[in-house]
């Protein structure tokens, strides 16, 4: 039971990261719609509003435990789409902008090696998918 309440705790803790992220994202459409162009992402405010919406829904099935093995395997390839996209090389020659970028970039790979980690594992038994699928994950004891 103690493995199944620490493997919850994950999924809320790295869940929390995309909600988090996904509300600020669709609580200023235009901020993050300008951010998307900086990058050069077009159609920057429709991409705001599916990033947005996306992460939501992925943060969202991490904390109730609903098809996360898929859902932490695309979590997982979109942040590090998005750590190449938003902060690989990031900050030019200012060595505080660089810094910061990096750190978000490192911060943004071990989120995606959770997300490897549940898609291995799965989401332990108290999820929707354990309930389901009693039996069905390689949770560590």
Do not use: C
């Not at 039971?1 to 459409?29: K, N, T």
């Not at 190449?84 to 030019?92: E, P, T, V």
């Amino acid at each position: 039971m103690v493995s199944g309440l620490l493997i919850l705790l994950a999924r809320i803790l790295l869940a929390a990261m995309f909600l988090s992220s996904g509300y600020s994202a669709l609580s200023d459409i235009n901020g993050t719609a300008g951010y998307f162009a900086g990058l050069g992402l077009e159609p920057a405010s429709s991409l705001a509003w599916v990033v947005g919406l996306f992460e939501i829904l992925g943060g969202a099935l991490l904390v109730v435990g609903f098809q996360v093995r898929r859902a932490a395997a695309i979590l997982a390839l979109f942040t590090l789409a998005a750590t190449y996209l938003g902060h690989y090389g990031q900050g030019g020659d200012d060595p505080a902008a660089a810094f910061v970028h990096m750190q978000a970039l490192l911060k943004d790979i071990a989120v995606a090696g959770g997300m490897i980690l549940l898609a291995l594992h799965g989401p332990g038994r108290l999820s929707v998918d354990g309930w389901w699928n009693e039996g069905d994950s390689d949770e560590i004891a």
